[in-house]
Structure formats: structure tokens, C-alpha cells
């Protein structure tokens, strides 16, 4: 298992988490409460990975993460821990 960063930030009402993951452009997802955020963000991984997409960097990898959260609205930095599903046994 590896852990991605992914940077959260709250909407303007605050109902809502936007997440997103730097190195990983165009993969986001949102998340209705706090307790959601991991789970939501392990899906759009999955999803990507789904798609062909290949991982950014984990931080296991030498990642790091960004030092400017400026265009970001209440940013938090979150470490994901995901790992590539296994392919099912043929037999």
C-alpha cells in the first residue's frame, strides 16, 4: 500500500469536500462529510487507474508535497493510502 496526496478544501457553504490530487491532473471527487473523504478519494484513484491512467508518485516514491495552497479555499492536505488491485486468479 502507498499513501497519494490529495489536497481537500471546503466549499464556499461548507457542505461540501472537493478533492483533488496534485501531480494527477483531472482526477477529482467530492465528498459530503469529512468521513467520506478518504473512501471518496481511494474511489477516484481506482477509477483512474480503471481508465489506464498511471499513479503520480506516492510519497513512499519520493513525492512531496506542493508549497502553495494559495488558489486553494480552506486547503487541507490529505494522505490517501491506496494500493493497485490484484488481478483475479485464472484457474
Known sequence: ???????VETSE???TWWISFP???GVTSA???PGE???RAREALASAVEA???LPLAI????VPPDDLGDFHDPMMVLVPYSL???ASVG
Not at 500500500?1 to 489536497?7: D, G, L
Not at 513512499?60 to 513525492?63: I, P, R
Open 37 to 39: 473523504i478518504v473512501v
Open 1 to 7: 500500500m502507498r499513501s497519494y496526496i490529495a489536497i
Open 60 to 63: 513512499e516514491e519520493g513525492a
Open 31 to 33: 465528498a459530503s462529510s
Open 52 to 54: 489506464g491512467a498511471a
Open 85 to 87: 488491485p490484484t488481478p
Open 13 to 15: 457553504d461548507g457542505r
Open 23 to 25: 501531480g494527477f491532473p
